[in-house]
T-cell receptor, first 112, second 108 residues
């Protein structure tokens, strides 16, 4: 089975802190994605990556950056966390051949 | 860009009842997935179904790509079916577009 894991299920940080959210997949997928989910706004794409060291902006990249140093790992970075970044963060991966997307369990981030 | 609509937005069912959820999309898509988001927030893959019909236990799905819609059938619903069901389509640029979801509550 495809497995996508995220480093934390719940995270509480303070305004101004640097926050790292880690995502690891074990299926050798080329594509990886970061979304955030908010009530009434649905899932929105933050960043995605098609290969190691490659990254593309999604629909709402402001305030975020990403890192993909290894194929299986895709990190989302909040350089200076703000309260409006309190959200559910979901990581996903897929293969360009199959194109089915698989999600991790999510990280509920609260910024105080 | 492509628009994805889902209906109904909310649904309450008695345990054992059947239901049909609908997903409409405004343009051609390369693939379509159905997900169930459980109460803990995890998105569970139900079907990868760019066209045709698939069945998995009490759930089945049909996508008619030429008419730009997909249906998810839930038969003999159980309380564990509660949650939000999302339809998601992918365009040629590999970006997934999610519908707004159908919130399902199955009551005993």
């Amino acid at each position: 089975d495809v497995k996508v894991t995220q480093s934390s299920r719940y995270l509480v940080k303070r305004t101004g802190e640097k926050v790292f959210l880690e995502c690891v997949q074990d299926m050798d997928h080329e594509n990886m994605f970061w979304y955030r989910q908010d009530p009434g706004l649905g899932l929105r794409l933050i960043y995605f990556s098609y290969d190691v060291k490659m990254k593309e902006k999604g629909d709402i990249p402001e305030g975020y950056s990403v890192s993909r140093e290894k194929k299986e790992r895709f990190s989302l970075i909040l350089e200076s966390a703000s309260t409006n970044q309190t959200s559910m963060y979901l990581c996903a991966s897929s293969s360009p051949l199959v194109a089915e997307e698989f999600f991790g369990p999510g990280t509920r981030l609260t910024v105080l | 860009g492509i628009q994805v609509e889902q209906s109904p937005p909310d649904l309450i069912l008695q345990e054992g009842a059947n239901s049909t959820l609908r997903c409409n999309f405004s343009d051609s898509v390369n693939n379509l997935q159905w997900f169930h988001q459980n109460p803990w927030g995890q998105l569970i893959n139900l079907f990868y179904i760019p066209s045709g019909t698939k069945q998995n236990g009490r759930l089945s799905a049909t996508t008619v790509a030429t008419e730009r819609y997909s249906l998810l059938y839930i038969s003999s619903s159980q309380t564990t079916d509660s949650g939000v069901y999302f339809c998601a389509v992918k365009t040629s640029y590999d970006k997934v577009i999610f519908g707004p979801g159908t919130s399902l509550s199955v009551i005993p």
